[in-house]
């Protein structure tokens, strides 16, 4: 997994030509089932980014709090998805998914989707296709075995027509 992070990492990063200090403060973390928390677990997605507000022990003022993401990725469910379909090579799909949450976390952070219309079915949906699309914009260059595969996996997510 730590290569899949990593590549997406790297991915995100150049696809918003973000330099190294305006990464760094888009604060998240990547969690596996084994370290989620009850609530951070669910049924259905791969993959969910909860937001936290955090702030140094010293500092008590609100102006010191930040925004913490955590990506919690639902390894069932993925497992069970790779296992089931055939086509799904693990690596692609892990590359997908942690990409794809990767744009949630800088489009929060640029605030150019607000985390608490997460809610809010409507724009859920317009942002999940948006953010299929961009990860979808970021992937379709680059050559990993298999993922063309996964962009037919999602194919209805996408605005593109055809094979990856």
Same mark, same amino acid.
């Given at each position: ?13 150049? @696809? ?6 305006? $990464? ?14 009850? +609530? ?5 997605? @791969? ?13 008590? /003022? ?13 390894d069932p469910a993925i497992l069970s998805k790779v296992k089931e379909n055939k086509n799904l090579l693990m690596d692609p799909f892990l590359i997908y998914i942690l990409t794809h949450e990767l744009v949630h976390v800088v489009r929060f952070s640029k605030f150019? +989707? ?17 953010? +299929? ?6 992937? +379709? ?5 298999? /993922? ?8 209805? $997510? ?7």
């Open positions: 997994m730590d290569r899949a992070v990593l590549r997406a990492e790297e991915l995100v990063n150049n @696809f918003f030509k973000m330099s190294s200090g305006q $990464w760094l403060k888009n604060r998240y973390d990547i969690k596996t089932l084994k370290d989620l928390a009850p +609530h951070e677990r669910i049924s259905g997605p @791969f993959a969910q980014v909860v937001k936290y507000e955090g702030r140094k022990k010293e500092l008590s /003022l609100m102006s010191s709090s930040f925004s913490l993401y955590t990506v919690c990725l639902q150019d +989707h607000r985390y608490e219309n997460i809610g809010e079915a409507d724009l859920t949906m317009a942002e999940e296709r948006k953010v +299929h699309n961009l990860t979808y914009s970021i992937l +379709h260059r680059i050559s990993i075995p298999g /993922l063309s595969d996964v962009f037919d996996f999602y194919g209805e $997510w996408h605005d593109f027509k055809g094979k990856g």
